[in-house]
T-cell receptor, first 114, second 115 residues
């Protein structure tokens, strides 16, 4: 069965701190896709990254970085030097095929205080 | 280019009524998916349409249905509304082609309140 677990329900940090959001997934497929989305108060889910199961290279995009480790079934997301605008709910998701069916974790609400 | 557009943004219904929500995907996107988001259950997949055909379906009762038109616009319908159907309904569109990259782009959602 497919499952995504985001054990951290809420995280609160002070601006400029680094913060890591954890994501652990379960799947029996050898080919799968992992995602991170950001949901600001407006409600729209904003795409951040997609990672294919056969590409374990870590990725950095500005202050954002992602650590994909198949050995531990984890796909963690780090924000460096957090800013107030980073405050949102962040979702990790899994898909076993190309298409619109994603399995989402429960989300981590990040609050960055000035 | 324009993003995913959902209408209406907010609506209030009473138990037993039915509701229709609309989604216009990004131009060129042929896949439209629907999700329900509630505080208790989180984000749950409802169904996906591709080229007017339902390609995938989540674990929701038959009261939840959808369709897609030839211009890729999609509607979802919920009949005999229950209090538990109160939720944010999110629509997402994508190219759904492996080679192109197929991220889901979401709309801002339709917030349904059932009284």
């Amino acid at each position: 069965a497919q499952k995504v677990t985001q054990a951290q329900t809420e995280i609160s940090v002070v601006e400029k701190e680094d913060v890591t959001l954890d994501c652990v997934y379960e799947t029996r497929d050898t080919t799968y896709y992992l995602f991170w989305y950001k949901q600001p108060p407006s409600g729209e889910l904003v795409f951040l990254i997609r990672r294919n199961s056969f590409d374990e290279q870590n990725e950095i995009s500005g202050r954002y970085s992602w650590n994909f480790q198949k050995s531990t079934s984890s796909f963690n997301f780090t924000i460096t030097a957090s800013q107030v605008v980073d405050s949102a709910v962040y979702f990790c998701a899994l898909s076993e095929a190309v298409g619109g069916k994603l399995i989402f974790g429960q989300g981590t609400e990040l609050s960055v205080k000035p | 280019k324009a993003g995913v557009t959902q209408t209406p943004r907010y609506l209030i219904k009473t138990r037993g009524q039915q509701v229709t929500l609309s989604c216009s995907p990004i131009s060129g996107h042929r896949s439209v998916s629907w999700y329900q988001q509630t505080p208790g259950q989180g984000l749950q997949f409802l169904f996906e349409y591709f080229s007017e055909t339902q390609r995938n379906k989540g674990n929701f009762p038959g009261r939840f249905s959808g369709r897609q038109f030839s211009n890729s616009r999609s509607e979802m319908n919920v009949s005999t509304l229950e209090l538990g159907d109160s939720a944010l309904y999110l629509c997402a569109s994508s190219l759904a082609q492996r080679e192109e990259g197929w991220e889901l782009f979401f709309g801002e959602g339709s917030r349904l309140t059932v009284l």
